[in-house]
C-alpha cells in the first residue's frame, strides 16, 4: 500500500538513457538499488509492507520537519540515512538529488538523515565538501544529533534507503 515502506541497501546505479518516462525513471532507480554482504538495517526496522515510522527533525537552516506518510503527503517518499564524510554516501546522494530534480513535481519527497549521530554544525561542514563537488542538494539533509531517526529505522550501517509510496504516471 501507500504507506508501506521498502528498504534498500547500498549505491544507485542511476544509468537512465534521456527521454524515458518519469515513471520508468523512478522504477528503474529502485530496481538497481543494490544490496552489500553486511547488513545496514538491524532486525527491529520496519519491514517490506510494515507503515513507515513518523520523523521530526531540523534541517541545516534551523527549520524543524516532520516527515510521515498519510493524507496529504507526497506520493512517494525516499529517506537516506547516508555519513557525509563517505564519498560513497556523496555520490549516492548526488544520484537521488538529480532523481529528485527530475520528480519532485510528480510527488516525490527526498530527505537525507546523517545517521553518525553528529551534531548539527559538524554535519554542516561535512557538507561543505558535497556542496563544492556537486552543489547544494535540492533537498532537505537533517542532522540527527540523538540518532533518534536511526534507531526508529534500525539503521546499523550506512547508506541505507527507505521507500514509501509510489509516484503517479505523468
Keep these: 500500500?501507500?504507506?508501506g515502506v521498502r528498504c534498500y541497501n547500498d549505491a544507485m546505479a542511476v544509468g537512465v538513457a534521456a527521454g524515458r518516462k518519469l515513471r520508468s525513471i523512478v522504477c528503474l532507480t529502485v530496481l538497481v538499488l543494490a544490496a552489500r554482504a553486511a547488513p545496514a538495517?538491524?532486525?527491529e526496522a520496519p519491514s517490506v509492507g510494515d507503515h513507515a515510522p513518523a520523523l521530526e527533525l531540523?534541517?541545516?537552516g534551523g527549520t524543524a520537519l516532520k516527515v510521515n506518510w498519510g493524507e496529504g503527503t507526497p506520493a512517494a517518499t525516499v529517506i537516506y540515512f547516508f555519513d557525509p564524510q563517505s564519498s560513497d554516501c556523496l555520490l549516492e546522494m548526488s544520484l537521488l538529488d538529480?532523481?529528485?530534480r527530475r520528480a519532485r513535481d510528480y510527488g516525490l519527497a527526498v530527505y537525507a538523515v546523517e545517521?553518525?549521530?553528529r551534531?548539527?554544525?559538524e554535519v554542516s561542514r561535512s557538507m561543505e565538501r558535497y556542496c563544492s563537488v556537486y552543489g547544494d542538494p535540492a533537498f532537505p539533509v537533517l542532522p540527527d544529533p540523538s540518532y533518534r531517526a536511526g534507531r526508529t529505522y534500525g539503521?546499523?550501517?550506512v547508506p541505507v534507503?527507505?521507500?514509501s509510496g509510489e509516484l503517479p504516471r505523468p
Design 1 to 3: 500500500g501507500r504507506s
Design 58 to 60: 531540523v534541517d541545516l
Design 155 to 157: 539503521v546499523a550501517a
Design 98 to 100: 538529480g532523481l529528485f
Design 115 to 117: 545517521a553518525k549521530g
Design 41 to 43: 538495517v538491524a532486525a
Design 119 to 121: 551534531q548539527p554544525a
Design 161 to 163: 534507503t527507505f521507500v
